[in-house]
């Protein structure tokens, strides 16, 4: 490699100080001008003589200096960044595969020089020229420590490497280890919701998990800014209950977007034969704003089905079910292969992935999509992540018909990307569905029950009129309104309506 450099920024970047060399995947995408995304954090070494972190930045002391070479800074990146397949790929598109196999002929036992000759050919699927390993012991291809893996990996006996990747050639998002998902994780929220869901009677539970999961329902399509007619939503509802039923291939998928897709007059379902885009179109002036380009038409088949092969290996390796759903739900919705029904299917996989390997308990959805709604800025943003920085390496134009036509190979956006913030995100609306909405829920149906018993023994009223009645209490947050006492209740005298109301205060006291 030539001379090392020193920065001050780095692709627009700034760095934390002034004239300070790039090392590990800075180094590397600076000198063979890798035209990707930038990771979230890059490295260099620092003038001062502590390791500290910034915003996007994490500087390294001098004694942490890698040689400027290829093995060096590839050897950094292992032991202090982990593995980023995106620059991997772009790296050894760029480079002689003789390099490689040199480093591997200098080092045959070493764990790095092994982890790369791993990654070189289950990336480009070219055998390198030399020998199998005969020695050293095995390593994992991904570093526990600073990444979240499979856990039944796959030996590679070639290489002497054990293939803990969370994917396939095609489709392999990765998951950073943060202090954020530790935190998360560690609450083990699959134990709680059991003793949740444990310490209800069933028919309680039934009725609080219906009325989450039809809170759900309403709640993607919401996001979508669609309001459903009743047989939509009865059909949608239904697939939805029954998302551990039937495994996700391209056709049960097809199957859910003919649900979703009720006038099929004006979009034709199936895989997009067109580009597609998300952002603003001001049709007047033909002005087009992309939030997000979606993947190319002409890449969507070997794409869904690279997304699906991942699923059906990982499913069976074993991994965080959170941290699956949010490979395979986001790397969904960023290649977007439909016209139209792309984020309530998203959202459907998260489901689909929560139930199939026993996250949920039995008979609970989570509403994870009323969660969504409920912070839609930050759901917004995450897709942005991932979205924005990718606009960048998109060569593309407006067409005459509102649309986009893709001027470059796109492909490997879609395939390699780091899902750290959207695991992060959706493993906190899990959180938030287990810990806050399931127990509201369940405490606000026993008040309920209670309220009710309460009112029998008062009046004899039809149920319908006393659902109305607890409807308006709790509307109204404990008060019959003078519409309420005027219209539906004026058989009631006041006295009657202050001891409802009276009874309300008293039973839903510490309601929500």
């Known amino acids: 490699m030539a001379k090392l450099k020193a920065h001050i920024y780095f692709r627009e970047r700034a760095l934390p100080e002034k004239e300070v060399p790039l090392v590990g995947y800075a180094a590397l995408i600076d000198h063979y001008d890798l035209q990707i995304p930038l990771p979230e954090n890059l490295c260099f070494i620092s003038h001062r003589h502590q390791r500290y972190t910034t915003e996007n930045w994490a500087a390294f002391t001098i004694r942490h200096q890698p040689s400027h070479s290829l093995s060096g800074?590839?050897?950094?990146?292992?032991?202090?960044?982990?593995?980023?397949?995106?620059?991997?790929?772009?790296?050894?598109?760029?480079?002689?595969?003789?390099?490689?196999?040199?480093?591997?002929r200098a080092e045959p036992t070493g764990r790095y020089s092994r982890r790369i000759w791993f990654f070189y050919e289950w990336l480009t699927g070219k055998i390198l020229d030399i020998p199998d390993a005969s020695a050293g012991n095995f390593v994992e291809a991904l570093d526990l420590k600073l990444?979240?893996?499979?856990?039944?990996?796959?030996?590679?006996?070639?290489?002497?490497?054990?293939?803990?990747?969370?994917?396939?050639?095609?489709?392999?998002?990765?998951i950073r280890r943060t202090e954020k998902l530790e935190t998360l994780m560690a609450l083990n929220l699959v134990e709680l919701a059991r003793q949740q869901a444990g310490a209800v009677p069933h028919n309680l539970l039934a009725r609080a998990s219906a009325f989450m999961m039809l809170s759900d329902f309403r709640a993607s399509f919401a996001i979508e800014g669609e309001r459903p007619n009743n047989n939509r939503m009865e059909r949608w509802g239904r697939a939805m209950s029954q998302a551990s039923r039937y495994l996700l291939t391209l056709e049960e998928l097809l199957h859910l977007q003919s649900i979703i897709i009720e006038d099929q007059r004006f979009v034709k379902l199936g895989l997009r034969q067109e580009e597609g885009f998300v952002g603003n179109l001001e049709r007047s002036r033909g002005l087009l704003t992309p939030s997000h380009i979606s993947a190319r038409w002409q890449d969507l088949p070997f794409l869904m089905e690279s997304l699906l092969e991942t699923y059906r290996l990982v499913k069976e390796q074993g991994m965080d079910p959170i941290l699956l759903a949010t490979c395979l739900a986001f790397g969904f919705v960023f290649i977007h292969p439909f016209a139209d029904g792309n984020g309530r299917i998203h959202r459907y996989i998260i489901h689909h992935v929560l139930d199939y390997l026993g996250f949920s308990p039995e008979g609970v959805i989570f509403p994870v999509s009323a969660v969504i709604l409920e912070r839609i800025d930050e759901y917004r943003q995450v897709l942005e992540d991932y979205s924005r920085p990718r606009l960048d390496f998109i060569e593309w134009h407006p067409t005459p018909q509102g649309n986009v036509r893709i001027l470059n190979e796109t492909v490997d956006l879609y395939r390699y990307f780091d899902a750290t913030r959207q695991a992060e995100f959706l493993y906190d609306c899990v959180r938030q569905t287990i810990e806050k909405t399931l127990p509201e829920e369940i405490h606000y149906l026993e008040q309920y029950d209670h309220l009710k018993t309460a009112i029998t023994r008062r009046f004899d009223m039809p149920d319908h009129i006393i659902d109305l009645l607890i409807r308006f209490l709790h509307q109204n947050q404990g008060f019959l309104s003078k519409h309420a006492r005027e219209k539906e209740f004026k058989e009631l005298s006041e006295e009657e309506c202050q001891d409802l109301e009276k009874l309300y205060k008293e039973i839903c006291k510490n309601d929500r």
């Open 73 to 104: 800074h590839l050897t950094f990146a292992l032991k202090y960044e982990g593995v980023d397949l995106a620059i991997l790929n772009a790296l050894f598109k760029k480079i002689s595969p003789e390099k490689i196999a040199q480093w591997v």
């Open 147 to 174: 990444q979240y893996a499979t856990i039944k990996p796959i030996p590679s006996r070639r290489q002497r490497v054990y293939n803990n990747l969370p994917g396939t050639q095609g489709f392999c998002p990765l």
